[in-house]
RNA sequence: GGGACGGUAGCUCAGUAGGUAGAGCACGAGCCUUUUAAGCUUGUGGUCGCGGGUUCGAGCCCCGCCCGUCUCACCA
């Protein structure tokens, strides 16, 4: 760097004019054509009197020749100095090489920012997933499949909000700190506001704030944003996530789920081009609507037999035992029947599945459905073997809805959002609503395992000692 | 929280039986004017995750801890 100091160059440049991005210039190649470029040299392979190098911007990756009568003795040897790593800027002229690579032949270049530490390897590229979370900037460099699922995210995200606006659902921002977490069954995270000397909780959900805009006369809304759960951390889990609620007045549950099938199968084919999604290794989920809808009850009866609910609750749990699950003798029929879902049935099912009509009892914030009221209408959309979506026919019946709060709060009229019982009492008219978790939809597109893949700066744990560790247990 | 596996140069990895710490890439020096994982010669580079123990001697064996991956549990 000295060196480079030394000879007029300055390690850390200005603005660069520059003719185009390399994906405009590659898009514009034309031999002899006079072009100024710039990005990070990625490869250098020196010859002696002329070198090759490879720049990358964020758009492409384009090779430059640099003769050493072409620039002159000392600009050459200037060159000769820089680092894989290092951002420049070239004047040249666009040629192809012998074997055919469009090239651009270097008259002039300059230092844009210097480099200080050696970039990942070229071939194998950054592999260690620990350093490719916690320092995504050098898994993007030296990975450029990265940038593919978070370019598609980024599509993702936009398209959300172009579909859903061209159906007239307007996009609101409802507080993310909030004195009460409500919304959700959810451990929040505190913090502490100075000014007003109370507690304040990150939100586990929007739903009570958008709820209370249908109240207000917003027919169609959404709330595209992150939400904060105090939990673990696992392969489908971050403790802050991107998810996205729509209410739409006057709908129900089966709006939702029309609606649902065609956000996402419609993205699909926006962002992969295809409804046939995920990795070429694994079975392929297809999109393509109609996604069959079956009912809890059906689920149980198929995979567990068609006399399952007539069953002794004995002869249940013997039959749970035998496929292996965890049953002790304290469980209901009810909870039986909910332990074979989620072990054994949720996991097979693949391909887009909506699972309609549940017990009351696992979703309390739902309406119940009119010809039995042990269930409620709502679905929960399984892809992948796994939840991505619920979608409820909300509850807009004041009493009811707070004698399920005041069951769930369990006497803790502190945890109780007044404002939100009120609300209801002017009156909210029927209504359909539903979530989707971002991350997750993102992962089945791309065909991602694991939700740190699909999120830029996933949570990792602090190396150093936390600084405000107590020396609790 | 339990279990399995892993952490060695900036990166990717090897390291035999417990006996001086290795290769490729990157970086420095030299040669080479159409290369593309360029090539050839040569050099620099290490808290072997951290701490303790066994041993004449530990990257390797033992104990504790940290971080990560997978998995089970918890949690929706």
Redesign the pocket.
């Given at each position: 760097m000295e060196?480079l100091k030394a000879a007029g160059h300055r390690p850390y440049g200005r603005a660069f004019e520059r003719t185009g991005s390399l994906a405009d210039i590659r898009a514009a190649f034309a031999e002899g054509l006079s072009v100024r470029m710039a990005g990070r040299?990625v490869?250098?392979?020196?010859?002696?009197?002329?070198?090759?190098?490879?720049l990358q911007d964020g758009t492409d990756k384009f090779?430059i020749?640099v003769?050493?009568?072409?620039l002159g003795e000392e600009p050459f040897a200037a060159f000769?100095?820089?680092?894989?790593?290092d951002f420049i800027g070239v004047c040249g002229e666009l040629?192809?090489?012998?074997?055919?690579?469009q090239?651009a032949?270097v008259h002039r270049w300059e230092l844009l920012a210097k480099s200080l530490?050696?970039?990942?390897?070229?071939?194998?590229?950054?592999?260690?997933?620990?350093?490719?979370?916690?320092r995504r900037y050098?898994d993007l460099i030296?990975n450029p499949d990265v940038r593919k699922v978070f370019n598609a995210r980024s599509r993702l995200l936009s398209f959300i909000r172009r579909f859903l606006e061209a159906r007239g659902y307007y996009e609101v921002e409802t507080p993310v700190l909030q004195t009460l977490a409500g919304g959700?069954?959810?451990?929040p995270f505190q913090t502490h506001y100075n000014a007003l000397g109370q507690a304040m909780y990150m939100r586990?959900a929007p739903e009570l704030y958008l709820k209370k805009l249908l109240v207000g006369g917003y027919d169609k809304v959404f709330e595209m944003g992150k939400n904060f759960?105090n939990?673990?951390?696992?392969?489908s889990?971050n403790p802050e996530f991107t998810a996205l609620e729509i209410y739409e007045a006057y709908g129900d549950v089966k709006t939702m789920m029309r609606l649902v099938e065609e956000l996402i199968s419609s993205a699909a084919q926006e962002i992969c081009g295809t409804m046939l999604v995920g990795k070429e290794e694994q079975e392929k989920v297809n999109l393509t609507p109609p996604w069959r809808v079956v009912s809890y009850h059906d689920l149980v009866k198929e995979h567990a037999g068609a006399d399952w609910f007539e069953r002794p609750v004995e002869a249940v749990r013997e039959w749970g035992r035998a496929q292996k699950l965890?049953i002790p003798d304290t469980m209901t029929h009810a909870q039986v029947t909910?332990e074979v879902?989620?072990?054994l049935i949720e996991k097979t099912l693949w391909q887009p599945t909506f699972v309609t009509r549940l017990p009351a009892e696992?979703?309390p914030l739902a309406k119940r459905c009119e010809d039995d009221p042990s269930l409620v209408d709502v679905f929960?959309l399984v892809v992948r073997g796994r939840?991505l979506c619920?979608g409820y026919t909300e509850l807009n019946d004041p009493l009811d809805q707070r004698a399920r709060l005041e069951e769930q709060a369990a006497g803790d009229a502190s945890k109780l959002d007044e404002d939100f019982l009120r609300a209801l009492e002017y009156g909210m008219p029927p209504a359909g609503g539903m979530g989707i978790g971002i991350d997750r939809l993102v992962m089945i597109l791309t065909g991602e395992?694991?939700i740190?893949d699909v999120m830029l700066f996933?949570?990792?744990?602090?190396?150093e000692?936390?600084p405000d560790e107590t020396p609790e247990?």
């Open positions: 060196a040299i490869a250098v392979r020196e010859m002696g009197k002329s070198i090759f190098a490879h090779q020749y003769q050493k009568n072409t000769r100095r820089l680092d894989i790593g040629f192809v090489t012998r074997t055919g690579e090239s032949k530490h050696p970039l990942p390897e070229k071939w194998h590229g950054l592999q260690d997933v620990e350093i490719r979370y916690r050098l030296a959700a069954i959810a451990t586990i759960r939990e673990g951390l696992d392969r889990h965890d909910h879902y989620d072990k696992l979703v929960e939840e619920p395992e694991s740190r996933p949570q990792m744990k602090t190396r000692p936390k247990e």
